[in-house]
């Protein structure tokens, strides 16, 4: 074996990793990204309360 051959079989090991990773990447990034987007809700409204005010004493 001479070092072309090593050569050549570590550039497709690492195509094989970096093949493989992609659709981890794509996969696990999709499902957080949809998970930080459902988390986020809906914006709150602060609802103010008003106490009614008794205009006819008993």
């Given at each position: 074996?001479?070092?072309?051959?090593?050569?050549?079989?570590?550039?497709?090991?690492?195509?094989?990793?970096?093949?493989?990773?992609?659709?981890?990447?794509?996969?696990?990034?999709?499902?957080?990204?949809?998970?930080?987007?459902?988390?986020?809700?809906p914006a709150t409204k602060t609802a103010q309360i008003v106490q009614p005010s008794n205009s006819f004493?008993?």
């Amino acid at each position: 074996m001479t070092i072309n051959d090593v050569s050549l079989i570590g550039k497709k090991v690492l195509v094989g990793v970096i093949v493989t990773l992609i659709p981890f990447v794509i996969i696990f990034g999709g499902l957080w990204l949809g998970r930080k987007l459902l988390e986020k809700g809906p914006a709150t409204k602060t609802a103010q309360i008003v106490q009614p005010s008794n205009s006819f004493p008993l």
